[in-house]
T-cell receptor, first 116, second 115 residues
């Protein structure tokens, strides 16, 4: 099993450009999350999904959109990148806690995005 | 809203020593879950240990143990016999018992183990 994978691993954008980050998991997890990590601030939740076709806002959703058309994929979009979106982005997934399996969140390797 | 605070931005100890990382949190809920994650230079987030708030017994995982003080809302991580491979950022995180299992992270503590 590959676990949680993220594409790309690195990206440099110019202000105003758009891009999509792809997260894929092969563990049949219901829940998926996008976090951003900034120095001195830990990880903060951008958007999340509790199932195929559903999405919801997290703590810092402004400037981002997401889609979950397939259970195994969770896409994070930046329509018009800004320097403030320079960060490391992590995707994570998990089972619901009420299920038989561990509710631990499994993280992808991260994407380092620089907006100039 | 829940908040998590790690008041030690950086720590440094010698190999084989014991080190304790501090974490406090704020919540009005009675049941919840607490976690410590390790992030080595590879950037991968690795779960170190978890604690269910309804359990009074402190969790342990080999050289890692926690001191969970529910009334004080404190959740510290103790690393015994520290090893060079323990060098990493450590994040404390909180999860509510209900809802979408979202994690709220602290700011992190950068731990360096010196040979």
């Amino acid at each position: 099993n590959a676990g949680v994978t993220q594409t790309p691993k690195f990206r440099v954008l110019k202000t105003g450009q758009s891009m999509t980050l792809l997260c894929a998991q092969d563990m049949n997890h219901e829940y998926m999350y996008w976090y951003r990590q900034d120095p001195g601030m830990g990880l903060r939740l951008i958007h999340y999904s509790v199932g195929e076709g559903t999405t919801a806002k997290g703590e810092v959703p402004d400037g981002y959109n997401v889609s979950r058309l397939k259970k195994q994929n969770f896409l994070l979009g930046l329509e018009s990148a800004a320097p403030s979106q320079t960060s490391v982005y992590f995707c994570a997934s998990s089972y619901p806690r009420t299920g038989w399996f561990s509710y631990e969140q499994y993280f992808g390797p991260g994407t380092r995005l620089t907006v100039t | 809203a829940q908040t998590v605070t790690q008041s030690q931005p950086e720590m440094s100890v010698q190999e084989a020593e014991t080190v304790t990382l501090s974490c406090t949190y704020d919540t009005s809920e009675s049941n919840y879950y607490l976690f410590w994650y390790k992030q080595p230079p590879s950037r991968q987030m690795i779960l170190v240990i978890r604690q269910e708030a309804y359990k009074q017994q402190n969790a342990t995982e080999n050289r890692f143990s926690v001191n969970f003080q529910k009334a004080a809302k404190s959740f510290s991580l103790k690393i015994s016999d520290s090893q060079l491979g323990d060098t990493a950022m450590y994040f404390c995180a909180f999860m509510r018992d209900q809802g979408a299992q979202k994690l709220v992270f602290g700011q992190g503590t950068r731990l360096t183990i010196n040979p």
